[in-house]
């Protein structure tokens, strides 16, 4: 019964705030954003998706590059002492 009233009170907050958070928010925007700040904010996610692909490409790639020459290494070990 505790939890049922913890749970109600949680939601009856949540609900307050998303409330207040809507009413203090503005109907509409009559902004304007010129081609430099649009051609800024479109380059910037741009360059950060690609860093983090990059980035990610980077950390599964050493390990396999890594694998990759450790193998050849065995194997041209193996082929001088045939």
């Known amino acids: 019964m505790r939890n049922k009233e ?4 949680a939601i009856i ?3 307050l705030v998303a409330l207040a958070v809507l009413l203090g928010a503005p109907l509409d925007s009559r902004a304007y954003i010129g081609p430099g700040a649009g051609l800024a904010a479109i380059g910037t996610v741009v360059a950060l998706i690609g860093g983090v692909l990059l980035a990610v490409v980077a950390f599964v790639w050493y390990p396999i590059k890594r694998f990759l020459a450790k193998v050849k290494r065995k194997k041209q070990g193996e082929d001088s002492v045939s």
């Not at 913890?6 to 009170?9: A, F, G, S, T």
């Open 6 to 9: 913890v749970n109600l009170q």
């Open 13 to 15: 907050i949540f609900a």
